[in-house]
Structures are given as C-alpha cells and as structure tokens.
C-alpha cells in the first residue's frame, strides 16, 4: 500500500510524525507499505537564500525564540531519540531545494534522505537550503556525488515539487505531516503509533473488502 507523506524539512512535527512512523512500519513484513514524500512548504515567502534565524522568528513570533512551543516539541522527540537542538539552527532556509532533491531521489533511498535533511537541519543546525550543503547531507545517505552535483546544479525534481505544491493546495493541506493512504484515505498530523497503526490497518481492510 502506497503511502504518501506530504511535509516540510524544517518541520519538527514531520520528523517526529517520521520516526513514530518508522516505528509502526517495522511491524509489519517488508514490501507491505511503499512511503513516498511529497512537498509541502511551511514558508515559501522566503527568499531563495534564507534568512537569519532570530529575523525570522522575530518576524513570526515577535521574539527571538518560540517559548513554550519548542518545550513540547522536545517532549514529544525524546522517547524517538531525537535529540533536537533549535540552538544551531543560524539559517532560515527556503526548503525548495530540498524538496527537490528528495523528488530526485524517488524510490526506496528517498525515505533515507528525507532522515538526512531532516536530521541534518534539527541536530547540526544546517542550512538545508544551500546547494553545497545539500550535496554532503545526499552523500551522506548514500548518493553518489557526482549524481547529486548534477541534480543540485541542474534543479532536477522542480516539476514534481510543482506538481506537489499544486496537489496540497487542491486538497486543501494546510498543515504538515499529511499522510494520504493509496490515495484514498488521509491522516493529518503527526499521530502516536498506536493511532497510526490502527488507521494503517483499517485502510487495509477497507482496500482488501473493496
């Protein structure tokens, strides 16, 4: 069964939403569910090259750090092993990039590179808008340098990203992680396993009695 993940890099609900998925899908045998990303940007108003951090927050929240927010937010990553450190964050990105380095490497790495980002802009503070750092986090998941060199400098993935961004807006996602099942049945929000396994289950059921 195919599920779809429409997300943002630099949105820590979506990287929870992933692991706590993860976690659901090792229960079951391999080749049960095939997970594709999609794009969604959180911020697309930002310029290509970014912004500084405490700018941006200031501008969102009128302050320099989001409060209580990012307190739960870490109490939700910690029992995932996500040690999340918005401190490093320096940059603001336009994840327009990323997202289109992800629909280059469509098929079954792309679940791995979308680890990379996500742990790549949540634990080291990296700039997942910048081409050059793009290329290491792709190598570091295992893509071939020269391929994503390529890909970077040429905006491979832009059509499916475009694509993407005017499927969200069709269905009216207005929030991220949005997970659509054999594209038929939707779950938004970043569940608990428990809640994400018995909706899996459901849908399978339902697909399997037509």
Same mark, same amino acid.
């Given at each position: ?110 679940? #791995? +590179?979308? =680890?990379?980002?996500? *742990? @790549?802009? !949540?634990?080291?503070?990296?700039? /997942?808008?910048?081409? %050059? #750092? +793009?290329? =290491?986090?792709?190598? *570091? @998941?295992? !893509?071939?340098?020269?391929?994503? /060199?390529?890909?970077? %400098? ?7 990203? @475009? ?48």
């Amino acid at each position: 069964m195919l599920i779809e993940i429409f997300s943002d890099v630099v949105c820590p609900w979506c990287y929870i939403g992933k692991r706590r998925l993860d976690a659901v899908l090792d229960g079951y045998a391999p080749g049960t569910f095939e997970v594709r990303w999609r794009a969604f940007q959180l911020y697309p108003m930002l310029p290509e090259a970014g912004m500084p951090r405490e700018a941006f927050m200031r501008a969102r929240f009128g302050r320099t750090d989001a409060g209580g927010i990012y307190a739960r937010i870490l109490d939700e990553a910690r029992p995932l092993g996500l040690d999340l450190d918005f401190e490093r964050i320096a940059v603001s990105p336009n994840t327009r990039r990323a997202h289109r380095m992800l629909a280059w490497a469509s098929g079954p790495r792309q679940h #791995a +590179l979308a =680890e990379a980002l996500f *742990s @790549a802009y !949540f634990r080291e503070g990296i700039d /997942v808008g910048d081409p %050059a #750092a +793009l290329v =290491e986090v792709a190598v *570091s @998941a295992g !893509f071939d340098r020269a391929s994503v /060199v390529e890909a970077v %400098a040429t905006g491979a993935g832009d059509d499916a990203v @475009a694509q993407d961004l005017a499927q969200a807006e069709q269905a009216e996602v207005t929030g991220v992680p949005f997970y659509v099942l054999a594209e038929r049945f939707a779950i938004p929000g970043a569940q608990p396993p428990d809640v994400l396994r018995q909706l899996l289950d459901r849908a399978r059921t339902r697909l399997a009695t037509g």
